[in-house]
T-cell receptor, first 114, second 114 residues
Framework: AQTVTQSQPEMSVQEAETVTLSCTYD???????LFWYKQPPSRQMILVIR??????QNATENRFSVNFQKAAKSFSLKISDSQLGDAAMYFC???????????FGEGTQLTVNP | DTAVSQTPKYLVTQMGNDKSIKCEQN?????MYWYKQDSKKFLKIMFS???????INETVPNRFSPKSPDKAHLNLHINSLELGDSAVYFC?????????????FGPGTRLTVT
């Protein structure tokens, strides 16, 4: 079974600084999808960024980028120029290409300090 | 327009009661899901329907019964509620059951069993 691990329960960053959230996963598949979701205090789950495993190029969405290391099974999220609105719980998630379920990590609570 | 809606958003009830949570999506998606988020914020898939057909049925007590009257609606009925059922329940949808698609989440239903 696939597992996703986020080893940082909590992280903090100063406004305008850069922070990296870690995620590792375990799978025997060669192709799959990876996601980062954000859950602010409103509780709404919001997709931040996604990556297809067969693509070596790291995905980027504005201030958000990933460092995808397939051999190491690592998928970290980098947030640049952190803003107060980035404060949230961040979840890393895995999905098989042939499946529909998302397998989530335990989450990392990000605090942004003014 | 709300893409994925859930009712109610909050539900407080006593042990032993039966309750339902309703979910509707107006995105024209084929696939819908129920996830449970426990008190430690861990998210786990419960059920998934694709075009009204059950495709994921995780190991959950059979007191939980999903129903999909059409592909825009997925309801969750819970019999004989227990204290351990207290959690936030999220409905989600995606265009198809597989593929590089985002899952769109509803706002969640916080269920408190007293």
């Amino acid at each position: 079974a696939q597992t996703v691990t986020q080893s940082q329960p909590e992280m903090s960053v100063q406004e305008a600084e850069t922070v990296t959230l870690s995620c590792t996963y375990d799978t025997s598949e060669s192709d799959y999808y990876l996601f980062w979701y954000k859950q602010p205090p409103s509780r709404q789950m919001i997709l931040v960024i996604r990556q297809e495993a067969y693509k070596q190029q790291n995905a980027t969405e504005n201030r958000f980028s990933v460092n995808f290391q397939k051999a190491a099974k690592s998928f970290s999220l980098k947030i640049s120029d952190s803003q107060l609105g980035d404060a949230a719980m961040y979840f890393c998630a895995y999905r098989q290409t042939s499946g529909s379920r998302l397998t989530f990590g335990e989450g990392t609570q990000l605090t942004v300090n003014p | 327009d709300t893409a994925v809606s859930q009712t109610p958003k909050y539900l407080v009830t006593q042990m032993g009661n039966d309750k339902s949570i309703k979910c509707e999506q107006n995105l024209g998606h084929d696939t819908m899901y129920w996830y449970k988020q426990d008190s430690k914020k861990f998210l786990k898939i419960m059920f998934s329907y694709n075009n009204k057909e059950l495709i994921i049925n995780e190991t959950v007590p059979n007191r939980f019964s999903p129903k999909s009257p059409d592909k825009a609606h997925l309801n969750l009925h819970i019999n004989s509620l227990e204290l351990g059922d207290s959690a936030v329940y999220f409905c989600a949808s995606s265009p198809q059951a597989s593929g590089f698609y985002e899952q769109y989440f509803g706002p969640g239903t916080r269920l408190t069993v007293t």
